[in-house]
């Protein structure tokens, strides 16, 4: 039931009172509403005509802003007959362009009945409106909570994201100042991490700082510090003097890995360790080094032969896996072919054995 269609705006003095819905002043009349409601609560009765005369224009503001509210809380929603009648009223307005007389109002029931439709249905709009503004100003007032939060918790993106929103909300408009302020301490505090990851790369902490520099692209986006640590990040990363040193710590750190997996008898990935070196930096001296690693590896008869073992054992759990999945997923026929590959290329194996076994049975599902 649309209930505003019914509404015409300016012909009436009951529909002044929609002005109190503008979101602008709804703040404000919400503020004098507790004002007064607190006064009341503390005196234990309603204000008298001296303490409206002495209490000064402001109380008086608020005391009718109280009786307003209180009234439209007790509005009750039109049924559609009124709404109907409410219709016919509008019509009559809008022909006379006037509203009906005190005389016209009894003599004529039928129209009477019209206007007290028409005034409930007037009534009953402007609570709505009330409505809809407060619950517009407390969503407000929670995105900028959840904004504060995300700040104290540094989640700095999406603090910046509400922050700039609510800079376009004009319901946010009293705390306008406030979020300026909180948006120049972020962007403090992004150029106070482009300061650290600068002072990382001056100790040839380069990859530590490439690092930093990327997550305050993301952290700050939208800010004067995302976008000078996006050009200090290319600077970096188009260094030939910081390329080259990245990419030699880089070759120490695989150095590093192939040698605990080796001393770890992890003898595959050892391997692997080293020959990404020499593939990566074959000229360099790391290169050399892990070349000269995997000859002397690859010479030690007993390493290879557990080598050998690591790599069959490892390839039948792959199959026997693969054969699993395909089974369960009801792709028998890829189950079939994992398991014989397993048969053909390990036959003297222990699984090579259960694998014929449930070949026939998987052929006779099928």
């Not at 910046?160 to 979020?179: D, G």
Request: aromatic share 8%; proline share 3%.
């Amino acid at each position: 039931m649309k209930v505003r269609s019914v509404i015409p705006i300016g012909l009436t003095a009951v529909a002044v009172v929609v002005a109190a819905a503008d979101v602008g002043r709804a703040a404000n009349d919400r503020e004098l509403y507790r004002r007064m409601e607190k006064w009341i609560e503390k005196k234990g009765r309603l204000p008298t005509p001296d303490d409206l005369k002495t209490l000064g224009p402001s109380f008086r503001q608020a005391w009718e802003i109280y009786k307003h509210r209180r009234a439209l809380s007790q509005t009750e929603k039109p049924t559609d007959d009124e709404v109907d009648l409410a219709r016919e009223m509008f019509e009559w307005v809008k022909k006379n362009a006037r509203d009906p007389r005190r005389n016209e109002l009894n003599a004529d029931a039928h129209l009477k009945a019209c206007w007290n439709a028409y005034q409930k249905v007037v009534a009953y709009d402007n609570a709505q409106k009330v409505h809809r503004a407060e619950e517009a100003l407390d969503d407000t007032k929670r995105e900028y909570r959840r904004a504060l939060n995300d700040l104290e918790k540094k989640n700095y993106r999406d603090a910046i994201i509400s922050f700039r929103a609510l800079l376009r909300n004009e319901k946010a408009k009293p705390v306008h100042k406030k979020i300026e302020a909180h948006l120049a301490a972020i962007e403090k505090a992004g150029q106070a991490e482009i300061a650290k990851a600068k002072t990382l790369a001056a100790e040839k902490k380069y990859r530590e700082a490439m690092n930093a520099l990327d997550h305050i692209v993301g952290a700050f986006e939208g800010t004067r510090a995302s976008k000078d640590a996006r050009e200090a990040w290319f600077e970096l990363k188009w260094d030939p003097e910081v390329n080259a040193a990245m990419q030699a710590r880089r070759a120490d750190e695989l150095l590093v890995l192939a040698a605990k997996a080796f001393a770890d008898r992890e003898y595959i990935e050892a391997i692997t360790y080293y020959e990404e070196v020499v593939k990566q930096f074959e000229d360099s001296d790391q290169g050399k080094q892990a070349a000269k690693r995997l000859r002397e590896i690859r010479a030690d008869s007993t390493v290879m032969v557990e080598v050998a073992e690591m790599r069959r054992a490892r390839d039948i759990k792959r199959l026997v896996d693969e054969a699993d999945l395909c089974q369960k997923s009801g792709y028998i026929d890829k189950a079939i072919d994992r398991l014989q590959r397993l048969v053909n290329t390990y036959p003297e194996s222990p699984e090579a054995a259960d694998a014929k076994k449930r070949i026939e049975f998987l052929r006779k599902i099928r």
